[in-house]
């Protein structure tokens, strides 16, 4: 959850604090510097400031910032990461920039499949959206995948009687 990314783009192994000391990835043997550990934990503090000032409410530019930064430093499944990457999505919605969101939304299927597991209303609602967008962008094919996926999961998380089942999700099945 804290992991860095390894220093080599070609390896997904999660660097972790014994690592970092032995100055070694554990899967690829690159090299971890002195410069690499603190440049992650400079990140980390500046992500840490960011996150806490957008508590209540997400600046998209502050977001982007901090994903810039994080980019091979932070592992995939660094919650830090997750967590921007999260508020970077909700803000684009809200800004109304869909390929932004797009993007940022398919970078946080698996995580949230990873930390949520597949039938979380969470991870349910992450495909809605996703599937919403790409209906928007009209990319229906991955589109409604994507609004496949949440069925499945927000009919057990949600029920088919919930509003957002009957209201949101089910027109998006419907032929056009």
């Known amino acids: 959850m804290a992991a860095a990314a390894c220093p080599n783009s070609a390896c997904d192994n999660p660097i972790v604090g014994c690592e970092f000391e032995a100055g070694r990835c554990s899967k690829c043997e690159e090299e971890i510097t002195n410069e690499f550990h603190q440049k992650f934990q400079e990140v980390i503090e500046l992500t840490d400031l960011h996150l806490q000032n957008m508590k209540d409410l997400a600046y998209l530019d502050a977001c982007q910032i901090c994903l810039e930064k994080q980019k091979g430093l932070f592992h995939k499944f660094n919650i830090k990461y997750v967590k921007t990457l999260d508020l970077a999505f909700e803000s684009s919605i809200d800004f109304g920039k869909f390929e932004d969101a797009k993007k940022f939304g398919f970078h946080l299927i698996e995580p949230f499949h990873k930390y949520y597991g597949k039938f979380h209303p969470l991870t349910g609602l992450l495909h809605l959206k ?25 009919k057990v998380t949600h029920g088919v009687q919930s509003e957002i089942f009957r209201e949101q999700l089910m027109p998006l099945l419907r032929p056009n």
Do not use: M, P
């Open 130 to 154: 996703l599937g919403k967008i790409l209906s928007y962008l009209e990319d229906t094919n991955e589109g409604r995948n994507q609004v496949k996926l949440a069925y499945e999961i927000l």
